[in-house]
C-alpha cells in the first residue's frame, strides 16, 4: 500500500460535508490513471463503486475485494476493497474512503493505519469529513487540503410522526429489530417500506434500493449504514432515535454523526430536509444540534486510534504486546481492544494453542483466524469459541478445514425457510463461510468453496428480499413499536437475584460474578438476537458490580488456596509472585476485561488494600522481616536472618546462617521476637506460621513461586517419617524414623537444657517427650541434633558437649542488602 517509487507522491485531503461528490471525485481521478485502489468503510459501498467503474473500464480490468468476496480478473487494474482489505500493492492512485472513522473506537485503528501508511505511486487522495482537518495537518503535514462545500441545502423540518412523514423520506434506526418494527409500521401506514442495513449482502441491498428508487415504495428504513456514502434518492431523513450501541455501551450520537445521516437528504442540487420523530425527550433534537447541523459546524477531531498495523509475528506474546503497544505521544490513541485481540487473548491462555504456536509462520496463521469478523453479532464468547475450533484445524495436518465440516455447516444454511430474522441470520452465518473460503490455504479447494458460499448467499438474499417485501409479524417487533421514539433499540435485560439473565422474559444465561454464561438452548438460531442484545447491555450490571465490590467489606473478601481472590465466591483477581514473598502482585482476572480501565483500576486498587491488610494480620511477621530485610540502615546480620525467614515463609534451618544469628545485638534479636520470631536452637521460625491457618497461607505464598507444600493433618504433632509433609519446608524436622514440629523441638530443646547443669550429666524428664509422641530412638537422635552426648549405664544419662561445628553454606544475598563481607563471614564460620 505504500509508494515504491523514489518521488514522494502527490497527497490531496478532500473534506466537507455528505452530498459533496467526494466519492465522485475520487473514481474520476483514479480512473484517470493506469491502476488504482479506493478503500471503503462498507462492503456495499465498494459494491456499488465497483459496478459504476465496471461500466467505465470494464469488467476485465477491475476488481471487486472485501473479506466476504473477491473478483479479481488476471489484468485487474482498478481494485475497489473495503479498509480492512485493501491489497498491498503499487498503484497509480489510492484513496481512503470516510478516513474521518478513524476515531471511531471499533475499527478506526484501521483507517488510521491506511491514512498513515497507504500511498499510491502518483497520487493519494484522503476523503473526510471537515472535522478530519487538524488530524490531516499532523499526521500528514505535507498534504494538500481541499474543502468543498454541500451542493444544496440541509434544514430542519421538526419533528413529524411516521403516518406524517412525507414521500421519499428514510427512516434512520439503530438495531435490526427497530428497523423491523419501522418497517412493520410502516407497512400497515402507508403501504410498505425498503430496508437497508450493512448486514444485507449486495444482492438484497440493491433489490431493495431498487424498489425505492423505481417508487414502488415511498419510504426507506436503514440502520446509519446509509450515511457511509451510498446513493439514493432521499429527499427527508427522519431519526427513529438518537443513541446506538457502538460497541461498547448505549450513547448518544455525536453532531457529526447526526449530521454524516441527515445529509442523506437532498441530492446534488436538491434541498432536503430532516428530523426525528419526536418533539421531547432522548430521541428529539436540541436547538444547538439543529444550528450545527445546518450550518455544518462540528467539533474538530482531537484524536484517532492506533494500532500497530504490522505487528510483531515471532512469538504470541510478542503478537500481543505489539497490538498493545502505545502510539507515540501526540494525537494517536491506543485502539481499544477490538474483538480479534480479545479473541486472540483468550486463545493466548490455551496451552494447547501455545504448544501449536511456536514459529512465526504460525504466529501469523492464528492471528488470521482470530481476524474472522463476527458477522452473526454473537458475542466473544461465542465466536472465540468457534474460532479455536476453526484454528485447532488450521494448525493439525495439512492445515486445512475438513471437507466435511465445511459442507455440512453451510449446506445448514441452504434453505430459506423461516421468518426475516431467521434468514437475516443465516446470511450472516454465510458471509463468515464466505470469509473463510477467501484464504486461499484454509481450504483445500478454496475457490470451489467460495463460489459455493456465493450460490448460498445468492439464494438467501433472494429469499431475505422477498421476505421484506411480504407482511412480517413478530410480538418482540410490535413490543419495539410502541417504543418507538422513547428509547427504541435497547431491548429489555433482567437480572434476577441469583444471576440469572433474562430478556423479554427468554432465560438466555447467567451473570456469575462478571462472567457471562449463555445457556446451552439460548444458541439456537431464533435467539441469537437476545443473546447479543444481553451481552450488549450488561454493562451497566457489570459497573454496577464493580462498584459495590470497590465499596464492600473486608468480610466480602477470601483467598483460595491457590492465591484466587474471591468476592461473593466470585474469582476477581489472583496473587502473582512479587518482589518478596511478602509482597504478591496483584492480577486482575479476565473476567473484569469487559470493564473499563479506570474502574478496573479501583478495582485492582480495593484488592491491593485487601490483601495488604489481611497480610499484616495473617503473615504480619513475613511482612516485617521483608522490611527489616530491605532496611539500608539494618545491619548485615539482621538482613540476612530476616531475608532467610521471609524466604522460608517464616521458617528456615539456623546452622546455615548461625554466623549471622550469633553477629546479632540485643536490640536486633529483640526486634525480630516483636515481628514474631523464635531464635530455636535448630530453627528460626515463626510458630503462627505452623498452626493451621497460618500453614494455609505459607503454602499459598510458596506455591506463588512454585514451591508446592504437601498438607500435614490438622493438628499434627509428630509425622511418620514417609508421610508426604515430613519435612522442614512443611514445618516438620526429620528425626529418626520420625518428622517433629520445629516449635515442639524447641519445646524439647529448651527442656534439655532447663534440666542441665552446666555440663554435669543429667537424665531428662521423659514427661514432654512422651506428651508430644516421641518415640525413644526419635528422642535420642534430636538430643545429639541439639549438643548432647549419652552417657552408658542402665539408666539414659547426658552430657552436654557444646553445639555441632558450623558447616560451610552458601549466602544467597538479598539484591542491595546482603554484603559480601558477611558471606565471607558465614562461610568462615
Not at 498493545?324 to 505521544?329: A, K, L, S, Y
Not at 518482589?579 to 486482575?588: D, T
Amino acid at each position: 500500500m505504500t509508494s515504491h517509487s523514489g518521488i514522494a507522491p502527490k497527497v490531496t485531503a478532500v473534506l466537507g460535508p455528505t452530498n459533496t461528490g467526494k466519492t465522485h471525485l475520487a473514481v474520476e481521478r483514479m480512473c484517470g490513471h493506469s491502476s488504482g485502489t479506493i478503500g471503503f468503510p462498507l462492503r456495499l459501498l465498494a459494491r456499488e463503486v465497483y459496478d459504476r467503474v465496471v461500466a467505465i473500464k470494464g469488467a476485465k480490468l477491475v476488481a471487486l475485494v472485501t473479506g466476504e468476496e473477491k473478483i479479481v480478473p488476471p489484468d485487474a487494474r482498478y481494485f475497489l476493497c473495503t479498509a480492512e482489505s485493501m491489497p498491498d500493492r503499487e498503484v497509480g492512485f489510492l484513496a481512503l474512503d470516510e478516513a474521518q472513522l478513524g476515531a471511531d473506537t471499533e475499527r478506526g485503528h484501521v483507517f488510521t493505519d491506511r491514512l498513515l501508511r497507504a500511498r499510491g505511486r502518483d497520487e493519494t487522495m484522503i476523503l473526510g469529513s471537515a472535522a478530519l482537518k487538524p488530524m490531516v495537518r499532523a499526521l500528514v503535514p505535507d498534504a494538500e487540503i481541499v474543502e468543498r462545500p454541500r451542493f444544496s441545502t440541509l434544514t430542519y423540518a421538526g419533528a413529524k410522526k411516521i403516518s406524517r412523514l412525507p414521500k421519499r423520506s428514510a427512516i434512520v434506526a439503530f438495531s435490526a429489530e427497530e428497523v423491523y418494527a419501522v418497517a412493520e409500521m410502516l407497512r400497515r401506514l402507508r403501504g410498505g417500506a425498503a430496508v437497508v442495513m450493512g448486514a444485507l449482502s449486495p444482492r438484497t441491498r440493491n433489490a431493495q434500493v431498487a424498489m425505492f428508487q423505481a417508487g414502488e415504495v415511498d419510504y426507506l428504513v436503514a440502520t446509519d449504514a446509509i450515511g457511509m456514502g451510498l446513493n439514493m434518492d432521499v429527499a427527508h431523513v427522519a431519526f427513529a432515535g438518537l443513541s446506538k450501541f457502538d460497541g461498547r455501551r448505549q450513547r448518544r450520537l455525536t453532531v457529526a454523526e447526526m449530521a454524516q445521516i441527515a445529509g442523506r437528504a437532498g441530492r446534488h442540487q436538491r434541498d432536503g430536509t430532516f428530523g426525528a420523530l419526536v418533539e421531547e425527550g432522548p430521541g428529539a433534537f436540541l436547538p444547538e444540534e439543529v444550528l450545527a447541523i445546518e450550518e455544518h459546524r462540528f467539533p474538530r477531531l482531537d484524536h484517532l486510534y492506533w494500532r500497530d498495523g504490522e505487528p510483531d509475528m515471532t512469538s504470541i506474546d510478542a503478537l500481543v504486546a505489539s497490538l498493545e503497544r502505545p502510539p507515540e505521544p501526540g494525537v494517536l490513541r491506543a485502539a481499544p481492544p477490538a474483538i480479534d485481540l480479545s479473541v486472540l487473548k483468550r486463545l493466548a491462555d490455551e496451552p494447547w494453542v501455545r504448544d501449536r504456536v511456536r514459529r512465526p509462520a504460525m504466529v501469523a496463521r492464528l492471528w488470521a483466524a482470530c481476524g474472522i469478523p463476527d458477522f452473526g453479532k454473537a458475542g466473544i464468547d461465542p465466536h472465540a469459541r468457534f474460532v479455536a475450533r476453526v484454528f485447532g484445524y488450521l494448525s493439525e495436518g495439512h492445515g486445512h478445514l475438513p471437507h466435511q465440516w465445511f459442507a455440512d455447516e453451510i449446506a445448514r444454511l441452504d434453505t430459506i425457510a423461516g421468518d426475516v430474522e431467521t434468514i437475516a441470520g443465516r446470511v450472516a452465518q454465510v458471509r463468515t463461510w464466505a470469509y473463510i473460503a477467501q484464504r486461499a490455504d484454509w481450504l483445500a479447494d478454496p475457490a470451489h468453496w467460495a463460489e459455493r458460499t456465493r450460490e448460498i448467499e445468492e439464494r438467501l438474499s433472494d429469499g431475505l428480499h422477498a421476505s421484506l417485501t411480504q407482511r412480517f409479524v413478530d410480538k418482540r417487533t410490535t413490543a419495539l413499536i410502541r417504543r418507538i421514539g422513547a428509547d427504541a433499540g435497547v431491548l429489555p435485560v433482567t437480572i434476577g437475584a441469583e444471576g440469572e439473565v433474562l430478556v423479554e422474559e427468554h432465560a438466555i444465561g447467567r451473570l456469575d460474578g462478571f462472567r457471562f454464561t449463555a445457556e446451552p438452548g439460548a444458541r439456537a438460531a431464533d435467539m441469537r438476537m437476545l443473546l447479543a442484545a444481553a451481552e450488549k447491555r450488561l454493562a451497566g450490571e457489570r459497573a454496577r458490580r464493580a462498584a459495590a465490590l470497590v465499596a464492600c467489606e473486608d468480610a466480602a473478601l477470601s483467598v483460595d488456596a491457590a492465591g484466587a481472590i474471591l468476592w461473593q465466591g466470585h474469582a476477581v483477581a489472583k496473587l502473582a509472585a512479587g518482589r518478596s514473598l511478602a509482597s504478591p502482585r496483584i492480577v486482575v482476572h479476565r473476567d473484569l476485561d469487559c470493564l473499563d480501565k479506570p474502574v478496573r483500576e479501583g478495582v485492582a486498587a480495593r484488592v491491593t488494600r485487601w490483601i495488604g491488610a489481611t497480610l499484616a494480620r495473617k503473615a504480619g511477621g513475613l511482612v516485617r522481616l521483608a522490611e527489616m530485610a530491605r532496611d539500608p540502615a539494618a545491619t548485615s546480620a539482621l538482613r540476612v536472618v530476616a531475608q532467610a525467614v521471609e524466604a522460608g515463609a517464616g521458617l528456615t534451618a539456623r546452622l546455615p546462617i548461625r554466623a549471622a544469628v550469633e553477629a546479632l545485638s540485643p536490640e536486633e534479636r529483640r526486634q525480630l521476637r516483636s515481628a514474631g520470631l523464635t531464635i530455636g536452637a535448630l530453627d528460626v521460625f515463626d510458630a503462627r506460621l505452623l498452626k493451621p491457618e497460618g500453614a494455609g497461607w505459607r503454602r499459598m505464598l510458596l506455591g506463588l513461586r512454585g514451591e508446592q507444600l504437601p498438607q500435614a493433618p490438622d493438628g499434627a504433632t509428630v509425622l511418620p517419617r514417609d508421610a508426604p509433609a515430613a519435612m522442614l519446608a512443611a514445618g516438620f524436622r526429620p528425626l529418626g524414623c520420625q518428622a517433629v514440629r520445629v516449635d515442639l523441638v524447641e519445646r524439647v530443646a529448651r527442656a534439655a537444657h532447663d534440666a542441665r547443669k552446666g555440663r554435669a550429666p543429667f537424665a531428662p524428664d521423659p514427661a514432654l517427650a512422651l506428651s508430644i509422641g516421641l518415640e525413644p530412638a526419635t528422642l535420642e537422635r534430636l538430643m545429639v541434633e541439639l549438643g548432647f552426648k549419652e552417657l552408658p549405664g542402665d539408666m539414659p544419662r547426658w552430657v552436654w558437649r557444646g553445639r555441632p561445628p558450623a558447616r560451610a553454606v552458601t549466602v544467597t544475598p538479598v539484591p542491595g542488602n546482603a554484603f559480601a563481607e558477611l558471606a565471607e563471614m558465614v562461610r568462615g564460620a
